[in-house]
């Protein structure tokens, strides 16, 4: 992964796990062990899916850039759908406590959008790629001082 790409990633993920550990620790206080179980479920469900689909979406603009667009509509949308799905999922769950869950899920998944906004709008990502294969020295104007 190209160091443009990690660094957005790390920009992305320590935003969400500081605010799932938040989260947890909130959970823990209002509904006990399985209320920080459950936040802290969601908040590495997030990293995990948000974070695969960064990865895929930045392969798709190396490989195939004139679908990068259309992969990122789909892609976003195929996240929210899958999260909806685990909520659905463990709606009824005994394992640990789904309001928790679902709460650290919805807070979780914005804090990585907001982080990964930021993340690309702060990086200084070249658009055209110099080329540097010639070696030629830019060529000094007339009126260089």
Known sequence: MPSNDA?????AAVPTAAVGAIAAVVSGVVAGGKGALGAVVATLVVILFMGIGLYVLQRT???LPHLFQAMGLLLYTAQILLLFIFVAAFKNTTLFNPKAFAITL?????A?????????????ILYVEPDSAKGDKPEKSEHSS
């Open 7 to 11: 660094r957005i990633l790390l920009q």
């Open 106 to 110: 919805v807070a979780t998944t914005l």
């Open 112 to 124: 990585w959008i907001g982080a990964q906004a930021r993340a690309h709008m702060n990086a200084k």
């Open 61 to 63: 603009a190396k490989t």
